[in-house]
């Protein structure tokens, strides 16, 4: 038996050990430990298909499922760790169990490989952790739905950042509401598409005993086994798919972010974070910097990265395996648990954060943002809205000379722009009346 041997799975062909530096750059059982449980619970499954089909002893397939099963509870509680020197979680795993159970840990690498080993266990831990994700992403949309029912309210709109016509600021959150529907009809997509189970897929070419594929997925949960062998270890799209989900995740909560900044900054005050989610500064006594947001806008470019590390790592391999492919694990863990962190931190934003209704009525005085809403009144006097544009636009000039808002000016003013204006135009540009006017009514 060459040296390594006992705490490798590959020792026999070798005659020294790895370089010190090799090891440290290729091992990765520590970086990956969150993969422990799948390892252990896909083991579990290989080990009763090799019993179910002959493969190995009923009883050296007890003695693996005890040993597993144990192993397991001890991976949830916390006390089995692996540690930096095994080269993987895998070998992690074979080692223990063979310290534990002897000799019959030896047969439970039978009709198997790493390489469908690994993308098992990534399969089983992203569609795991996406499932987390949905119920995150409802607990955000719940708390959003919350807030904005609260607050049925008029603030200004904005296009080009330029304030455009008053929406409510229940419309405004339910837009990101909205979006984060779709987030989740993603999410779900992402999950949907993680059915074929990699188990029994081999190397790259299967193996030449009879296992049953299909009893492998039923086992695992998935809808069936990967029809082709080779793509079984090649297939990392599931992940480039998830990590594009997260991508656009954070995109959404990043523009979210991008307002609240902006509408938390005094020239605004439209909104007040909660201390809770702000901090100050070393040096200027009376700072309240909204670090929660940029942070969480700050680290979209991190889960970016991730998706573009993934899709530039996979685009030039050859099937099958290639050791490049290790490079997904902790890139698609770190963006997972960022926009789980990100989500979560902003439910709390959101739950704590107050509106200024005061601050948006007084906004609203100034920027004219219901001349739009005066050129329909005049569409509704028999006015061609091309017409009733001209009209308003030429009163918003006037206005704007007086230095007064349009519900500011008096019938005679208003008149010398058109005769077809009467006292009713008061009641088209008031802005928490016009919400009840046409579609507009949607956004109460
Ligand atoms: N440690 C590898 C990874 O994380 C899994 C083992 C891959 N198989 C191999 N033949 N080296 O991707």
């Known amino acids: 038996?060459?040296?390594?041997?006992?705490?490798?799975?590959?020792?026999?062909?070798?005659?020294?050990?790895?370089?010190?530096?090799?090891?440290?750059?290729h091992n990765n059982a520590v970086q990956t430990a969150w993969l422990l449980e799948a390892d252990i619970v896909g083991s579990i499954a290989h080990a009763k298909m090799l019993t179910r089909c002959g493969l190995i002893?009923?009883?050296?397939?007890?003695?693996?499922?005890?040993?597993?099963?144990?192993?397991?509870?001890?991976?949830?509680?916390?006390?089995?760790?692996p540690d930096g020197s095994f080269e993987d979680v895998h070998t992690f795993v074979e080692v223990k169990l063979r310290e534990r159970i002897g000799d019959a840990a030896k047969v439970l690498h039978t009709a198997r490989s790493r390489n469908d080993q690994v993308n098992t266990d990534m399969k089983l831990y992203a569609r795991a952790r996406c499932r987390q994700l949905a119920d995150v992403l409802q607990q955000l949309m719940e708390t959003i739905q919350t807030k904005a029912a609260q607050h049925p309210v008029p603030m200004p709109g904005y296009t080009h950042l330029q304030r455009a016509q008053a929406i409510t600021v229940k419309h405004w959150l339910m837009a990101y509401h909205a979006m984060l529907t779709r987030d989740l009809r993603r999410v779900n997509n992402a999950i949907a598409g993680m059915d074929e189970c990699p188990l029994g897929c081999g190397a790259l070419a299967g193996t030449t005993h009879a296992i049953d594929r299909a009893y492998s997925a039923q086992l695992l949960d998935f809808e069936r086994p990967h029809a082709n062998l080779l793509d079984g270890v090649s297939d990392r799209d599931y992940l480039m798919e998830a990590l594009a989900v997260l991508a656009i995740i954070m995109t959404h909560l990043s523009r979210l972010c991008e307002e609240l900044v902006i509408f938390s900054s005094q020239e605004f005050a439209f909104v007040l974070l909660d201390d809770r989610y702000a901090t100050g500064s070393s040096i200027m006594p009376q700072k309240k910097n909204p670090d929660s947001v940029e942070l969480i806008r700050g680290k979209t470019g991190r889960v970016y990265g991730h998706l573009m590390g993934l899709l530039t790592v996979?685009?030039?391999?050859?099937?099958?395996?290639?050791?490049?492919?290790?490079?997904?694990?902790?890139?698609f863990h770190d963006a997972m648990e960022t926009t789980l962190s990100c989500l979560?931190?902003?439910?709390?934003?959101?739950?704590?954060?107050?509106?200024?209704?005061?601050?948006?009525?007084?906004?609203?005085?100034?920027?004219?943002?219901?001349?739009?809403?005066?050129?329909?009144?005049?569409?509704?006097?028999?006015?061609?809205?091309r017409d009733a544009h001209g009209i308003v636009g030429q009163t918003v000039l006037y206005a704007e000379q007086q230095q007064k808002p349009l519900e500011a000016l008096s019938l005679q003013e208003w008149q010398q722009f058109s005769p077809l204006i009467d006292e009713a135009i008061y009641d088209n540009i008031d802005y928490a009346k016009t919400m009840h006017l046409g579609v507009k009514r949607e956004m109460l």
């Not at 705490?7 to 090799?22: E, H, I, N, S, Y």
């Not at 996979?314 to 492919?325: H, I, V």
């Open 1 to 25: 038996m060459q040296a390594g041997y006992e705490d490798k799975l590959w020792g026999g062909r070798f005659q020294g050990d790895v370089a010190p530096d090799m090891a440290a750059f």
């Open 57 to 81: 002893t009923a009883q050296q397939g007890d003695a693996l499922d005890s040993g597993l099963s144990a192993m397991l509870a001890e991976a949830k509680a916390g006390t089995l760790v």
């Open 314 to 331: 996979m685009k030039g391999l050859p099937l099958a395996y290639n050791k490049d492919m290790q490079e997904d694990k902790e890139s």
């Open 344 to 385: 979560t931190v902003m439910n709390g934003i959101i739950a704590t954060m107050s509106i200024r209704e005061e601050r948006l009525r007084d906004a609203l005085r100034g920027g004219f943002m219901n001349a739009t809403e005066a050129a329909d009144y005049l569409v509704r006097r028999g006015v061609a809205f």
